[in-house]
């Protein structure tokens, strides 16, 4: 089994920056992918970022260029810089983990608000 505890969710207003934070623990041995995902009020869970173990990176087209994926492999963790963040941002931020068997485990979801 894997835990994922994530952090860093909160209110912002528009236009700020926010950073979760994600640490892994338990089976975390042949770890393939990390990433953020998250789900608005009424909408379906959406992809934001992935990162590879290898470093490879994929980004919704919503967050190109305001978010940045980030990962540490040694601590076994994932980070995700949000900048200039928007209304629609608003979501529960979710911590996902692939091991190489094909698994994949959650975190228990994170608040960001972005509100004047």
């Known amino acids: 089994q894997v835990q994922l505890v994530e952090s860093g969710g909160g209110l912002v207003q528009p236009g700020g920056s926010l950073r979760l934070s994600c640490a892994a623990s338990?089976?975390?041995?042949?770890?393939?992918?990390m990433g953020w995902y998250r789900q608005a009020p009424g909408k379906q869970r959406e992809l934001v970022a992935i990162?590879?173990?290898?470093?490879?990176?994929n980004y919704a087209d919503s967050v190109k260029g305001r978010f940045t994926i980030s990962r540490d492999n040694a601590k076994i963790t994932v980070s995700l810089q949000m900048n200039s963040l928007k209304p629609e941002d608003t979501a529960v931020y979710y911590c996902?983990?692939?091991?190489?068997?094909?698994?994949?485990?959650w975190g228990q979801g994170t608040q960001v608000t972005v509100s004047s």
């Open positions: 996902s983990l692939r091991r190489a068997t094909g698994s994949v485990y």
């Open positions: 338990g089976s975390t041995s042949r770890i393939d992918v």
């Open positions: 990162v590879t173990s290898g470093g490879s990176t």
